[in-house]
């Protein structure tokens, strides 16, 4: 799975997992700028591509709503493990 994080100097917020829509990815509009923003007021945004879109491994016939969630607890998890 491929993604990117904005983390600022100074945390002062809960992380923010940001996702994109349908067949998108991680740079669709606005998710580059929310993000920017995010980090601006202190907070971590982690941004991804679910599998089969973008940059991550996997193709069209994967993307599906489970395959979704699955994602999307893995990059919770992820993000978990970066804040403590």
Do not use: W
């Not at 600022?8 to 829509?21: A, D, F, Q, S, V």
């Not at 591509?49 to 607890?73: A, I, P, T, V």
């Amino acid at each position: 799975m491929f993604g990117v994080s904005f983390i600022p100097p100074e945390r002062k917020n809960i992380p923010l997992i940001l996702t994109h829509g349908s067949f998108g990815n991680h740079c669709q509009y606005p998710l580059p700028h929310l993000a920017r923003f995010l980090a601006n007021k202190g907070y971590v945004t982690f941004r991804f591509d679910f599998r089969g879109c973008g940059n991550s491994d996997g193709n069209e016939e994967e993307y599906c709503l489970s395959s979704q969630m699955e994602d999307l607890e893995n990059v919770i998890e992820f993000a978990n493990e970066k804040e403590n």
